[in-house]
């Protein structure tokens, strides 16, 4: 269990280096819509109804994973009801088209990615753009301790394991993010654009 976890953690951060893989797959996710944020511990994915905003952004997502250093563009569309993130290369090329709502997760992208790299992408979501309130409360019904300060510039939310270690801290400032996962080894520096 633990090889598959590390094996998805690793394809997510090798996701944007695939991208000129032309067999794509299509599938919709049907099981319990659970992640692990830790070797042992578990989360659920919150609804789509739970974001209290709506709106349309185009990112440019900077991301490291141990060595492995990318670049890629991303076009988010939240509504209240829905998810919607299209992930491409720096020159529009698709890598991945994910859609979340009621009825379930929908993931297409490069065959060699399972679609289970749809929840670690919406897990990584949901504890960046969800409300707080919301991510705490499930963080803490898993025993894991969440923090969030928030100041004048932004706000930073802090993961912990039961014996205080650092597992993921996300910072914000502005129009920026910084998500980082210090149990997985890997980075995402987002840059966020509004699209009226």
């Known amino acids: 269990m633990n090889s598959m976890k590390n094996k ?4 997510i951060g090798s996701l944007f280096l695939l991208a000129f893989l032309s067999c ?3 599938g919709t996710l049907t099981e319990e819509n659970r992640l692990y944020i830790t070797d042992e511990v578990t989360i659920n994915l919150l609804a789509p109804s739970t974001l209290d905003k709506t709106y349309v952004q185009q990112q440019i997502i900077h991301g490291s994973h141990g060595d492995d250093e990318y670049t890629i563009m991303a076009f988010v569309e939240m509504d209240g009801t829905s998810l919607d993130i299209a992930g491409m290369t720096p020159i529009g090329t698709s890598l991945f088209d994910l859609h979340y709502d009621s009825a379930g997760i929908t993931f297409s992208a490069s065959g060699l ?3 289970e790299t749809a929840l670690y992408l919406l897990g990584d979501f949901q504890l960046s753009y969800y409300p707080g309130g919301e991510v705490e409360r499930e963080i803490r019904r898993a025993g ?5 300060e928030i ?3 932004g706000w930073t939310r802090r993961i912990r394991d039961p014996r205080g270690e650092l597992i993921i801290e996300i910072i914000r ?4 993010l910084d998500y980082h996962n210090y149990l997985r080894d890997y980075r995402y520096e987002i840059e966020e654009k509004d699209i009226s």
């Not at 998805?8 to 394809?11: G, P």
């Not at 894991?144 to 969030?148: A, G, K, P, R, S």
């Not at 400032?173 to 920026?176: F, M, V």
């Open 8 to 11: 998805i953690v690793k394809i």
């Open 24 to 26: 794509r797959t299509t």
């Open 113 to 115: 990615f399972p679609e």
């Open 144 to 148: 894991l301790d969440f923090e969030e």
């Open 151 to 153: 100041t004048a510039e």
């Open 173 to 176: 400032r502005g129009n920026r």
